[in-house]
């Protein structure tokens, strides 16, 4: 989320669709393949302990680009500042707490707690939690419980690595590219139904794979079919996201 939004303020309007791409890519390249690929060769080589600890080195390269990115040349709304210097001038009149404390509770008001109560402040915004929780929940709990599942299977790491980064990343990346084909021809809600539809019906294969058992065949299908449906449904979902923020919850001085 916070590199969707850096994302948004570094780029112009017409780089998102390139700049969508390059994270969604950057993101499945470092989680599926290094991180998830990566991590079970690690495991399946060197123990779990080791493969932590090498992956946590990899995280570094990550903080080093975020330091060393510029900081986005966006002038902040009128509206945020009025809310800053409000709460500056009523940190300053609490002549009970030491300058240090006010420093700490002023970057956390201004940081955190103020963007938070301007959110709730949009035309919609419980509405946009509900879809976002709903949509997102059986695909973050399927894969959460997905390699336990493969292992119970009689899969190897090795394998669930092998197939993971042949197959189930290539049909990733080939789903991102038709997912943005989609979204350019149908619209970003059509999109959105026709991927999320897809997503779901593909998470049977799951069950497919759980009554066929150790079945190589099953097990590239399913996962390969997972991550293609996956890749489709991001891009439409990254751009329904942005969506919502800029148009379906404008602020209320940005009409709709």
């Known amino acids: 989320m916070f590199i969707d939004a850096y994302r948004i303020e570094i780029l ?4 998102y669709g390139s700049g969508s791409a390059a994270g969604i890519w950057g993101w499945h390249l470092g989680g599926t393949l290094i991180g998830g690929a990566g991590g079970l060769y690690l495991a399946d080589a060197f123990g779990w302990n080791a493969a932590y600890l090498l992956l946590s080195v990899g995280v570094l390269i990550g903080m080093f680009a975020v330091l060393m990115s510029p900081e986005p040349k966006v002038a902040p709304p009128a509206e945020t500042l009025a809310e ?6 009523l940190l300053e009149r609490w002549t009970f707490l030491p300058e240090i404390p006010r420093r700490i509770i002023g970057w956390i008001y201004l940081t955190i707690l103020a963007p938070l109560f301007e959110f709730t402040r949009r035309n919609g915004w419980l509405l946009i939690l ?3 929780f709903v949509f997102k929940l059986g695909d973050a709990l ?8 493969y292992r119970e299977l ?3 790491l090795t394998q669930i690595a092998e197939v993971a ?3 189930g990343l290539t049909a990733n990346l080939i789903g991102i590219v038709l997912g943005g084909v989609l979204v350019a021809k149908l619209g970003i809600l059509k999109a959105l139904f026709i991927s999320g539809f897809a997503t779901a019906a593909t998470n049977l294969t799951y069950s497919w794979l759980a009554i066929s058992g150790q079945s190589t065949g099953v097990f590239i299908f399913a996962v390969a079919s997972d991550n293609f449906t996956t890749g489709l449904v991001t891009v439409a979902w990254w751009r329904i996201s942005r969506h919502c923020v800029t148009v379906l919850i404008p602020p209320r001085n940005m009409p709709c």
């Open 165 to 167: 980064k042949v197959y």
């Open 142 to 149: 399927l894969g959460r419980m997905s390699g336990v599942f």
């Open 130 to 132: 509900i879809f976002i």
């Open 84 to 89: 800053e210097q409000r709460a500056i001038a």
């Open 154 to 156: 009689g899969f190897s």
């Open 12 to 15: 112009e309007l017409n780089q």
